[in-house]
Structures are given as C-alpha cells and as structure tokens.
C-alpha cells in the first residue's frame, strides 16, 4: 500500500525517466505563478536543468517523472522513497547536507527548488534574490510559509495548522512548472486515496501521541500544526503537545514525562546533524534515562517508527498517516 501511489506512476515511464502526459509539452508556455510572496517565472520555458535542494521537494519532482530534467539534489535526511530509487540514481547529489552556492551554480540550473525558507535564506545555500539576480527563478515549499512565521529563532511557528491540501498544493504547482499538470492531479488523488483507506472506520479519538525528531539533551519534539498535527488530525488522536504553536519546540524530558503519552512516534533519521538521529538510538536513551524509561509508553514500548520526511511537510507525511494508523491499531489502542 505505501508504494502503490509511486508505482503506478513509474510504471507508466519512458527510458529517460518521464511519463507521457496530453496537457502541457516541453516546448509548451508556462506561465508565471505566484510562490511565497514572489513570482516564480521561467521565461515561458519549462525546466530542463532543475535542482532540488531538500529531499521533500525532490521526492515530488521524482514521482511527477522529472529526473531527466533535473541535474542535481542535495539535503537528505532518509534513504530515497521506496519506489523513487532509479531516479535518485539518474540525478547527482550534490551534497547529503547543503552545498555551496557555487556547487548548485556549476549545474548551470534554470530552476532551484526547497522545502524550507532557511534553505534559500541568510545561512542557507543562498538567498531567492541571489538566484534571480542570476536569472534562476526558484521556488519555496507552500508548507514553509503559508500560516506560518519563520522570522523567530528555532524552525518557526504556525498561525494556522498545516493541512495536506497545501502539501497538494505544492505538487500542482511542480507539475504545472514542468507542464505535467495531469501527473500531478493523478498523484494527488493517489495520496488522497491512500490517506482515506489507512484512516477508514478508525476512532482514535482516546490516543495521546508524542512526535519526537531528534537530539536526546534537549529534544525537538513537534508542536500543534505541522506535520505531525496532520498525521494527528487524520487519527482523530491528541498530541500531548498541541498547546504550542511553535514547529519543534525544544522541550524538556521531565515535561514529557509528565505529559506520559500513550504512543511515542520516533524519527528515523540516517543524517548525522544532532544526537539520537537514529530510533535505535532513540529507543536506547528511553529505555535508559532514569526520567523516561518509566513512562507507560516505553514500559510498553509502544513505538512508532517514522523517516524524517515522514513528519515534515511532504507527500510522505501520508505515509506518517498509514505508520501511525496501522501500530495504533496493532496496540489496540483504537475503537
């Protein structure tokens, strides 16, 4: 079932790694689009050397059949969707973490793409104004700045909670860039179909769940509205720490303890930017740390395991739903 919304669109390709497609063609104009507060615009051209700088904004650009017109990928967390292997193949990394900005511009790229603000802003591999003055237009993940704040410190904070509709959003807008607007509608009623069979008939409406994502001396553990709220959301389930706005609010280990979830979902993650990436690490300082490992979800071990992009804003944060869906229901937790 996970797999099922990549094959069927892989199975549909050709040898360069596309899929035939009656609404848009390579030659065909594309029209401006408005993205974050700035016009993305290519000329009327549609890309043929883009990259991808986050694994999220990649893995759209894979499963809508794009790897022959992308010439490079960076910034990964989790081994590529399950599915997406001979594209991830075909397209260079430029880097597993950010590269530089000289790296991405000896791609000569017509097109940047990324998930996160910080990615094309001060600190990052460079801001959107650096590119354009450049002539590359780029584009920024709807997720990462519709409803939400990214001018404080930390990984920002939602007025508003994030739903898949702007995760969709994002591959209509990849697929109408690249002219392949029909792919793009059959992979969001691919996701929407898989969303609707994980959650049908389930009642987990007296669940508590906790979304931990890394570091063990002060852990990112998500707040109400991010990705972790839609997988929550769609479970009908509480997260013990939906009283913050903020996305990963660093919070203490006596104040999960005392919250005491009812299942603890665990990023999986194969970077090496902070302590406790892996969940075996994860799993080896709860069972271990004198404040955890009496919580009733530790002493039951109920886990959830879940990659990274699984609980950020991407089309895998549906796999969260699947993951989560399934181990609730395993644990008898659900009605």
Do not use: H
């Amino acid at each position: 079932m996970l797999l099922s919304g990549v094959l069927l669109l892989a199975g549909c390709g050709n040898p360069s790694g596309g899929t035939s497609d009656t609404t848009t063609s390579r030659a065909g104009k594309v029209p401006p689009l408005q993205n974050c507060g700035r016009t993305v615009d290519t000329g009327g051209a549609v890309p043929q050397r883009a990259v991808s700088l986050n694994q999220g904004t990649t893995e759209i650009m894979f499963s809508l059949g794009l790897a022959d017109r992308m010439v490079g990928t960076a910034t990964w967390t989790d081994p590529v969707m399950k599915g997406l292997e001979k594209s991830d193949r075909a397209v260079e990394r430029l880097a597993e973490n950010y590269p530089s900005f000289e790296r991405v511009l000896s791609t000569e790229p017509d097109f940047v793409a990324a998930s996160f603000a910080s990615t094309l802003g001060k600190g990052g591999v460079a801001t959107r104004e650096q590119f354009e003055k450049l002539g590359v237009p780029t584009y920024l993940s709807p997720s990462d700045c519709e409803g939400k704040d990214n001018s404080g410190g930390g990984d920002g904070s939602r007025s508003e909670p994030l739903t898949m509709e702007t995760v969709y959003g994002e591959v209509r807008d990849v697929a109408r860039i690249f002219g392949v607007e029909e792919r793009g509608e059959r992979l969001v009623a691919q996701l929407t179909s898989r969303v609707n069979r994980a959650t049908k008939d389930l009642d987990a409406s007296d669940v508590t769940l906790l979304y931990w994502f890394a570091n063990a001396e002060s852990p990112y553990m998500a707040g109400c509205c991010g990705a972790p709220g839609i997988i929550t959301g769609e479970l009908g389930a509480k997260n013990v720490f939906d009283d913050t706005t903020e996305e990963w609010p660093q919070i203490s280990w006596e104040t999960v303890a005392d919250r005491n979830p009812d299942v603890l979902v665990i990023g999986d993650l194969t970077r090496k930017s902070e302590t406790a990436e892996s969940a075996a690490k994860k799993i080896e300082f709860l069972e271990s740390n004198p404040v955890t490992k009496t919580m009733d979800a530790v002493r039951n071990k109920r886990y959830v395991l879940l990659s990274g992009q699984s609980m950020n804003p991407t089309i895998r944060t549906v796999e969260g739903v699947e993951r989560v869906a399934a181990e609730v229901r395993e644990y008898g937790l659900a009605k």
